[in-house]
C-alpha cells in the first residue's frame, strides 16, 4: 500500500456491524455539499464489498448459506480473498480514477474490514500482506479511516431494530473479537481515528466532522 499520491480525499468509514459507520457516511456526504471549500468537487459514496461485482456476489451469498462447509466458516483466511479481490476491482475502476480527477471519495468499509477473518491479533500483519499481494500497485492508503468504536451488546440490538436476520458476520463472538482487532488495527496502521459511537448520532457527527475537516483542507492545500 502507498499513501493516497492523488488529488482527491479518500475518506473509509470502519466498524463491526451495528456501529452506524453508514449513517455517518451519509451525514458527512449531506455536510460536505454545504462547504464552500470544496464547492467545485465531487463527492462519491462508494461500499465495500459491492454486490454488484463479481467477488461482491460471492461474498453476501456465502454470508447467507448457512452449511458447515461454506467457506467463510471453513476458511475464513480464504474467505478474505474475496474480498481483497472485489476491494482491487472497487479499486482500480471506481475509487482511482475519482481520485484522479480530484473527486472526495467516502468509502463503506474498506480494508481495515479484513480483521473479520483474523482469529488472532497476530494475523492481522499477515492479512495485510495477503492484500497487497493480491492488490499490488493499486493498493492506496486512505487519507483518514474512521473508526466506529460500539459495545457488541449495543450494537446487535441497533441490528435487530432493523428488523432482519443477522449474517454469519453479525453474531455476538464474532462481533466481541472483531471489535479488539479494530482497536488493535487503530493502533498499528497510519491514518486511523477511533470514535466512540456509544453517543447521540448527532455528537458522533460532530465529533467526524471535527476530524474530516481538517484532512479536506490539509489536501486543498496541499494540491492547489
Known amino acids: 500500500m502507498i499513501p ?22 451519509n451525514r458527512v456526504y449531506g455536510w460536505t455539499q454545504t462547504l464552500e471549500i470544496i464547492k467545485h468537487y465531487d463527492v462519491l459514496k462508494m461500499k465495500e464489498p459491492g454486490k454488484e461485482r463479481f467477488f461482491g456476489k ?19 483466511r480464504g474467505f478474505q480473498t474475496w474480498y481483497a479481490c472485489d476491494s482491487k476491482k ?7 480514477p475519482a481520485l484522479k480527477q480530484g473527486s472526495i471519495v467516502l468509502c463503506d468499509r ?49 441490528l435487530k431494530q432493523k428488523n432482519r436476520d443477522l449474517d454469519e458476520h453479525e453474531k455476538h463472538g464474532i462481533l466481541k473479537k472483531v471489535r479488539i482487532c479494530y482497536q488493535y488495527f487503530a493502533r498499528i496502521y497510519p491514518n486511523c481515528r477511533m470514535i466512540n459511537a456509544e453517543e447521540s448520532e448527532e455528537q458522533v457527527s460532530e ?3 471535527s476530524l474530516v475537516l481538517p484532512v479536506i483542507e490539509s489536501k486543498i492545500r496541499s494540491t492547489t
Open 110 to 158: 474498506f480494508r481495515p474490514s479484513m480483521v473479520y477473518g483474523a482469529r488472532t491479533l497476530g494475523e492481522i500483519p499477515d492479512l495485510m500482506n495477503m492484500n497487497r499481494q493480491i492488490i499490488g500497485e493499486d493498493f492506496i492508503w486512505p487519507d483518514l479511516i474512521l473508526i466506529f468504536d460500539l459495545p457488541v451488546n449495543a450494537a446487535i440490538k441497533r
Open 90 to 96: 472497487n479499486l482500480r475502476e471506481n475509487i482511482i
Open 58 to 76: 460471492k461474498i453476501y451469498a456465502n454470508l447467507s448459506d448457512k452449511n458447515p462447509a461454506a467457506l467463510h466458516k471453513i476458511d475464513p
Open 4 to 25: 493516497n499520491p492523488y488529488p482527491g480525499i479518500f475518506i473509509v468509514f470502519e466498524g463491526i456491524d451495528g456501529c452506524g459507520k453508514t449513517a455517518q457516511l
Open 207 to 209: 465529533k467526524v466532522k
